[in-house]
C-alpha cells in the first residue's frame, strides 16, 4: 500500500463546477497535511495548509479526518486557472516528506 | 525572492559520468529533500537530511548519493549516469518539525536532467 494515495483523476469539469479530491494517508503518526499545485513542467507552489478543524480559503476548503486518516480539497465555482496537478503532502513522524502522485484537474468552458 | 536554489536548470550528460545536482536555501531550515518527478509516477522521494552531515535514504536510494556539509546546500550526486536516471529532480527544504500549521515547504524550480 503506498503511504500517500490520491484519487487518480483526470478530473474534467465545466467552469463553475465543485470538484472534491480526497487523499488518504498510511502513517498514523503523520503530524503537517498540505495541499500543493503544480502546473505542467513547474515546481509545486503551496495551496493550503490543512488543519485539524478545517480550513477555507477563498473558493478551497480543505479537511482532515485524523480517526480516518483522510484528506479532502474541495474547490468551488471552478476556473479556467484552475487546472493543474492537486498533490496531497504528508509529513510523517520523521521528518519526511511523502507526496501522493497527483491528482490532475481539466477546467473547460 | 528566491529562497531555494537549484544550481543547473537544464543538463545533459553521458552515461557514465558523475553528475552533481546542487541546492541552496537562505531560510537556515534544517530538513531537506530531493524528489525525482516522472510522468506517472509523481514525485519520489531520493533523499533527505535533517542536520548537516545527516542523511537518510528515501524510497529510491539506488544509484544516488548525497552530501550536507553546510546547513543551506544539499548536494544529490550520481556516481555514474545511466538513461532511467534521466528526470526532472526537484529539492525542496522546510524547517517544519512537528506539527506546526502554517509552515511551509519550499521547491527550488526544478533541474531537468537528460542522460545520452
Known amino acids: 500500500r503506498k503511504e500517500v494515495e490520491q484519487d487518480p483523476g483526470p478530473f474534467n469539469v465545466p467552469e463553475g463546477a465543485t470538484v472534491a479530491f480526497n487523499c488518504t494517508y498510511s502513517?498514523?503518526?503523520?503530524?503537517?497535511f498540505f495541499w500543493y499545485r503544480q502546473d505542467c513542467r513547474k515546481e509545486p507552489k503551496l495551496l493550503m495548509s490543512?488543519?485539524?478543524s478545517g480550513n477555507e480559503d477563498g473558493r478551497f476548503t480543505a479537511q482532515l479526518n485524523r480517526a480516518s486518516q483522510y484528506i479532502s480539497l474541495l474547490i468551488r465555482d471552478s476556473k479556467l486557472s484552475d487546472s493543474a496537478t492537486y498533490l496531497c503532502?504528508?509529513?510523517?513522524?520523521?521528518?519526511?516528506?511523502?507526496f501522493g502522485a497527483g491528482t490532475r484537474l481539466a477546467v473547460h468552458p | 525572492d528566491v529562497k531555494v536554489t537549484q544550481s543547473s536548470r537544464y543538463l545533459v550528460k553521458r552515461t557514465g559520468e558523475k553528475v552533481f545536482l546542487e541546492c541552496v536555501q537562505d531560510?537556515?531550515?534544517?530538513?531537506m529533500f530531493w524528489y525525482r518527478q516522472d510522468p506517472g509516477l509523481g514525485l519520489r522521494l531520493i533523499y533527505f537530511?535533517?542536520?548537516?552531515?545527516?542523511?537518510e535514504k528515501g524510497d529510491i536510494p539506488e544509484g544516488y548519493s548525497v552530501s550536507r556539509e553546510k546547513k543551506e546546500r544539499f548536494s544529490l550526486i550520481l556516481e555514474s549516469a545511466s538513461t532511467n536516471q534521466t528526470s526532472m529532480y526537484l529539492c525542496?527544504?522546510?524547517?517544519?518539525?512537528?506539527?506546526?500549521?502554517?509552515?511551509?515547504?519550499?521547491f527550488g524550480e526544478g533541474s531537468w536532467l537528460t542522460v545520452v
Open positions: 525542496a527544504s522546510t524547517s517544519l518539525k512537528g506539527a506546526r500549521p502554517g509552515n511551509t515547504i519550499y
Open positions: 502513517n498514523s503518526a503523520s503530524q503537517s
Open positions: 490543512v488543519y485539524s
Open positions: 503532502v504528508v509529513l510523517d513522524g520523521y521528518n519526511k516528506l511523502i
Open positions: 531560510m537556515d531550515h534544517e530538513n
Open positions: 537530511s535533517y542536520d548537516v552531515k545527516m542523511k
